[in-house]
Every structure is written in structure tokens, then in C-alpha cells.
T-cell receptor, first 114, second 112 residues
Framework: KQEVTQIPAALSVPEGENLVLNCSFT??????LQWFRQDPGKGLTSLLL?????REQTSGRLNASLDKSSGRSTLYIAASQPGDSATYLC?????????????FGKGTKLSVIP | EAQVTQNPRYLITVTGKKLTVTCSQN?????MSWYRQDPGLGLRQIYY???????DKGDVPEGYKVSRKEKRNFPLILESPSPNQTSLYFC???????????FGEGSRLTVL
């Protein structure tokens, strides 16, 4: 069964710093991986989707990389801003017996201090 | 605007009183799903639907029902709610089963 881990559970950085969020998974035979952000009391907003054949995806100040062989993905945030404060979750889709199981990590809560 | 809309956003009810949480998407997505989010447990899938009239159980389906009679709507039904169903519920959709997921704003349910 796929397990997804995000460490650390919480992270606090000063504004302007570049930072990396980590997502690790136990089964490397994934179909794709998606990063989300969740603001308090809100739904999840999709940030980036990486297919298993891709190494990275970029959107603005965000860059997500995928290393299937090591079971890892990282989300790089450049020049962090207070508005980046949120919980970041990764979700891994893994093929199974006639289906594609989606497994979420528990998230990293990011605080960007002005 | 492309969106997934859930209603109600907040609900307090009592044990045993049937309720329905509606979910509607305007993106013509084939795939829709329901999740619950609980502290320490993260997001867990309740039910999903690959297309109209096609639904299947997720990880925690007990106590819930769903139906998919129209492509845009995927209501979640709690026939006899119990306090352990107090949670934050999310509906999500994607163009296809393996595609990018888009979430609704969530429905916070409290069962007394």
C-alpha cells in the first residue's frame, strides 16, 4: 500500500527566503504526483501536476521535481512571501488492480514571516 | 469561472437526521470524488465516480451513499449521521480519472 510522507510537518521562514518542501512515497510505480496548497478553512488549490514521465514542472515562483527511483518529490518556492503561508500537500496516484489509488500526505504547514 | 461548488458550507445536525451535501462542477469533468479531512488523519477518499451512473467505494465509505445521475452533480448522502462523521468534507473533480484534481471549498459538518 502506498504511503506518502511530508517532513517537516511545519516550517517557518523569513520573507524572501528560498525554500524546499519534501514529499516522499514508498511505491515508486506512480502514475503522477500533484502538489496543492490549502489555506485555513478553505479547499485545496492545485499548484502543479507532474506525470511519471516528467522530471519537473514550473509555475511562476514554484518548481516541483520528481525522482521516482528514490520515491521523492520536492516543491521549491523562490523568494517566499507572506502570502505563501498555507499548508502544502502532495498527492500520489498509483496504479493498482484496475484502479488508480490517490494517496495524500498530511501536509507541511508553511509560515512566511514578514 | 471554472469551479466546484459545495453546499452547505457549514452544517450542524443531530444523530440520525438524514442529510445531503451537494456538489456541482461546471467543467464537464468525468471524474468526481468525495473526501473527508480529519486532524492527524489527513484526507481520505469516501467515494468516487468515473462517469455518470458509475460509482465506487474509496477508503472510508461506511455510513455514506452517493449517486451520479448527471455529469455535473455528485451528492453525498448521510442516511443516519453519527458523531464520528463530524468532519470537513471536500468534493473534487477532474477531466479524467488520472487528471489534475480541482477541489470545492469544503463543507464543515458537525453531528451532535
Amino acid at each position: 500500500k502506498q504511503e506518502v510522507t511530508q517532513i517537516p510537518a511545519a516550517l517557518s521562514v523569513p520573507e524572501g527566503e528560498n525554500l524546499v518542501l519534501n514529499c516522499s512515497f514508498t511505491d515508486s510505480a506512480i502514475y503522477n504526483l500533484q502538489w496543492f496548497r490549502q489555506d485555513p478553512g478553505k479547499g485545496l488549490t492545485s499548484l502543479l501536476l507532474i506525470q511519471s514521465s516528467q522530471r519537473e514542472q514550473t509555475s511562476g515562483r514554484l518548481n516541483a521535481s520528481l525522482d521516482k527511483s528514490s520515491g521523492r518529490s520536492t516543491l521549491y518556492i523562490a523568494a517566499s512571501q507572506p502570502g505563501d503561508s498555507a499548508t502544502y500537500l502532495c498527492a500520489v496516484r498509483t496504479p493498482g488492480a484496475g484502479s488508480y489509488q490517490l494517496t495524500f500526505g498530511k501536509g507541511t504547514k508553511l509560515s512566511v514571516i514578514p | 469561472e471554472a469551479q466546484v461548488t459545495q453546499n452547505p458550507r457549514y452544517l450542524i445536525t443531530v444523530t440520525g437526521k438524514k442529510l445531503t451535501v451537494t456538489c456541482s462542477q461546471n467543467m464537464n469533468h468525468e471524474y468526481m470524488s468525495w473526501y473527508r479531512q480529519d486532524p492527524g488523519l489527513g484526507l481520505r477518499q469516501i467515494y468516487y465516480s468515473m462517469n455518470v451512473e458509475v460509482t465506487d467505494k474509496g477508503d472510508v465509505p461506511e455510513g455514506y451513499k452517493v449517486s451520479r445521475k448527471e455529469k455535473r452533480n455528485f451528492p453525498l448522502i448521510l442516511e443516519s449521521p453519527s458523531p464520528n462523521q463530524t468532519s470537513l468534507y471536500f468534493c473534487a473533480s477532474s477531466r479524467k480519472y488520472t487528471g489534475e484534481l480541482f477541489f470545492g471549498e469544503g463543507s464543515r459538518l458537525t453531528v451532535l
